[in-house]
């Protein structure tokens, strides 16, 4: 039986004054996130945990029944399924629940809304009438990257000017587990190498002073719909990492060698495979996630926009290839193009990286050996670089925002 002051917590809590809204907007040094509401049947409207910690640099883990958050150095759980989070003490109430759909944590709107200015006021503040969370203090590393730039050239070393941003795809991830890696070691998985890939990739980004967006950080499913739009009008480029694989015939563990793929009309009957290998992730994702059906403008507004990433795209794509193959001993197959649905939703020039053939032992240490693994990621920023320099010099074009997004 319910205590009657915690009874009449749940009770004013459950009618709230105003109806959620459609979309949550979180305000950091790194930029303004649009994240949208989405309504659980079971915890009610809600926003996936993903998206929100990126934007405000937290973490999560999922331990049985509990959900685990930490932002702004705090921990907070949450019991799966039922309206109590705990922050250091005992369990308090909420509206709606946190819950776990296809592998991925939705914490309810009422978390931001409410708990987080409430919990951790001197961080945060939400403005109802705009559906505006604002972060209040800068983050360590941020500052320090805006104090370390104050006074300098805005030319790196290496002549880029400041700020790039790119975003850089893990493939698969959580119940995806993408190619089974016929060689490769302990087990590993697709979904394993391309996030080793990707925070290697990171890594190497950051030293050559641009920043990093990544659509995952650790062994969860993103929808393929979803990933593109983590590049947006901050964001530079789209690199999305995948492990091809042949299918069982007669000489497949024989093949080898990395291609890069950009958008368009798939002209081989084999980029049309790898496509729709690809795409067949969907079948991993909740129903109804690829969002409302386009509209005539919204088709004329993407057919437009991909024509004018299409040239850019493709460059990007001849870079890569051309600077991996300073880095991978199997053959090089070329810049291909085929309809990934990974790509439709970047709003900026985008490519899909094969880095080698899980089918064939020889491709699989490339990806899987450290050293290997270092130089060909080390090679896809050096092609990112590359690309963003040759940009610089076409359009006489740059960015000064030195507060661009690091995660």
């Not at 702004?72 to 019991?79: D, K, N, S, T, V």
């Not at 990395?258 to 798939?266: H, I, S, V």
Request: proline fraction near 6%.
């Amino acid at each position: 039986m319910l205590l009657p002051g915690l009874f009449a917590l749940l009770t004013a809590a459950a009618t709230p004054a105003t109806p959620a809204p459609m979309a949550i907007l979180v305000s950091t040094a790194k930029g303004d996130v649009r994240l949208p509401v989405r309504v659980d049947p079971l915890g009610g409207p809600a926003v996936a945990a993903p998206a929100l910690l990126l934007a405000l640099g937290g973490r999560s883990t999922i331990d049985g029944s509990w959900a685990r958050v930490e932002i702004a150095h705090q921990p907070i759980r949450f019991l799966l399924g039922a309206p109590y989070y705990a922050l250091g003490g005992d369990p308090k109430p909420m509206v709606g629940s946190a819950t776990v759909r296809r592998d991925t944590l939705y914490l309810p709107l009422q978390f931001i809304t409410s708990v987080l200015p409430t919990e951790l006021k001197t961080v945060f503040r939400y403005e109802a009438e705009s559906a505006r969370l604002t972060e209040l203090i800068r983050r360590p590393e941020l500052e320090l990257a805006r104090v370390t730039a104050k006074g300098k050239s805005d030319r790196l070393p290496n002549g880029l000017k400041r700020g790039h941003v790119v975003t850089i795809d893990p493939g698969h991830g959580g119940v995806d587990p993408g190619n089974p890696g016929l060689y490769f070691p302990r087990r590993l998985k697709e979904k394993d190498v391309t996030l080793r890939m990707g925070i290697l990739v990171r890594e190497e980004l950051l030293k050559r002073g641009v920043g990093v967006i990544m659509t995952r950080t650790t062994d969860t499913l993103i929808d393929l719909r979803h990933r593109g739009g983590y590049c947006t009008d901050r964001c530079d480029l789209f690199v999305s990492l995948h492990v091809n694989s042949m299918p069982a015939r007669a000489g497949y563990k024989n093949v080898r060698g990395f291609e890069t793929y950009f958008l368009a009309e798939a002209k081989t009957e084999d980029a049309a495979r790898v496509a729709k290998m690809e795409n067949d992730a969907v079948r991993f994702e909740q129903p109804g996630s690829e969002g409302e059906s386009s509209g005539g403008l919204e088709f004329i507004l993407k057919d437009l926009q991909l024509n004018e990433h299409l040239r850019e795209s493709g460059r990007l794509a001849e870079l890569v290839q051309s600077y991996a193959a300073e880095a991978h001993s199997g053959p090089d197959k070329g810049v291909k193009q085929a309809g990934f649905a990974v790509l439709v939703t970047a709003r900026r020039p985008a490519v899909l990286f094969e880095m080698g053939f899980s089918t064939n032992p020889a491709d699989a240490a490339v990806m899987t050996e450290p050293r290997s693994q270092r130089n060909l990621a080390g090679a896809v920023a050096d092609a990112v670089v590359a690309y963003l320099l040759e940009y610089e010099r076409r359009t006489g074009s740059g960015t000064d925002n030195t507060q661009a997004g690091v995660r």
